[in-house]
């Protein structure tokens, strides 16, 4: 976590690619899976534990994938109930990213998905308060912050 937060710091004098070691010392980065706000961040909110970042106030609906993966699973799926419709891909070495409340899926499972390759669009299904993207990184099926993998600023739409 120290090397993380040092990490952090030199980030804000110069940004390098996103990219951190997690605590098993693999290296991964992500990219930007939606346009937007992060609304809600990672970790206690309240009483409850929120367990990814929701992107928000979209500029585009196009979600798209965060890191190279083999999709897993699309659709409303068993132990993801409140999530809506979904898309989970399995990133490697334990990995897994989840995108969460679309309202379209355009790809199956046994996809190979590549960075920035459209999943589907951002929605409002399962227990959501509006349009967004509920975005989680887990590893060996626990949540852990995506944010401290993702580049400094979100991208602007494609074509805008």
């Known amino acids: 976590m120290l ?4 990490a952090c710091a030199a980030a804000s004098v110069w940004v390098a690619p996103a990219g ?8 991964i980065s992500l990219d930007w899976p939606a346009s937007g706000l992060v609304t809600r961040g990672f970790g206690w909110d309240g009483a409850e534990f929120h367990k990814g970042i929701d992107i928000g106030s979209l500029r585009s609906l196009d979600i798209r994938a965060a890191a190279p993966g083999v999709v897993e699973s ?3 799926a068993t132990g ?21 409340h679309l309202s379209e899926v355009g790809v ?6 590549i960075p920035g390759q459209l999943l589907g669009l951002a929605g409002c299904t399962g227990y959501c308060t509006g349009t967004h993207l509920h975005f989680e990184l887990r590893e060996v099926g626990t949540a852990i912050d995506p944010a401290p993998l993702l580049p400094a600023t979100i991208p602007a739409p494609e074509g805008g």
Do not use: C, K, M, W
């Not at 090397?3 to 040092?6: M, N």
């Not at 993801?80 to 969460?100: K, M, Q, R």
């Not at 199956?108 to 998905?113: A, L, Q, S, T, Y």
């Open 3 to 6: 090397r993380l937060a040092a």
């Open 20 to 27: 951190a070691h997690t605590d098993g010392g693999r290296q």
């Open 74 to 76: 699309v659709g409303y």
């Open 80 to 100: 993801f109930e409140g999530y809506g419709n979904i898309v989970l891909v399995d990133i490697g070495s334990g990995f897994e990213a989840l995108y969460a």
């Open 108 to 113: 199956e499972p046994g996809d190979f998905v």
